[in-house]
């Protein structure tokens, strides 16, 4: 199985930045596809964005986050970023890594923002 492990969250006031990680156990090359999404309380799980792993990567955003949020991999360190900029109130939620490997799924346990103003 594959394990995650996010870091990163936090407070940050509205228009702050926050670097999201998540390190994978192992090698992502092995993952078909890796994603962060995020859950407020009383609302489902939503994709936020998703990275297609290989040399040849590619990128998909929710329209919510589109040109503020940029997922991105480095394959040497089997982890996966969340660049968060522009935070504003609404993406307040637990950010959670999402691993795709054939059938299967795996989470990491979360971790928190928070988006203050």
């Known amino acids: 199985q594959v394990q995650l492990v996010e870091s990163g969250g936090g407070l940050v006031q509205a228009g702050g930045s926050l670097r999201l990680s998540c390190a994978a156990s192992?090698?992502?090359?092995?993952?078909?596809?890796m994603a962060w999404h995020h859950q407020a309380p009383g609302k489902q799980r939503e994709m936020v964005a998703t990275?297609?792993?290989?040399?040849?990567?590619?990128?998909n955003y929710a329209s919510s986050v589109k040109d503020r949020f940029t997922i991105s991999a480095d394959y040497a360190k089997n982890t996966v970023y969340l660049q968060m900029n522009n935070l504003n109130p609404e993406d307040t939620a637990i950010y959670y890594c999402?691993?795709?490997?054939?059938?299967?799924?795996?989470w990491g346990q979360g971790t928190q923002v928070t988006v203050s103003s």
């Open positions: 192992d090698s992502i090359l092995n993952i078909n596809d």
């Open positions: 999402n691993a795709r490997q054939r059938a299967s799924d795996y």
């Open positions: 990275i297609t792993t290989g040399s040849a990567s590619s990128r």
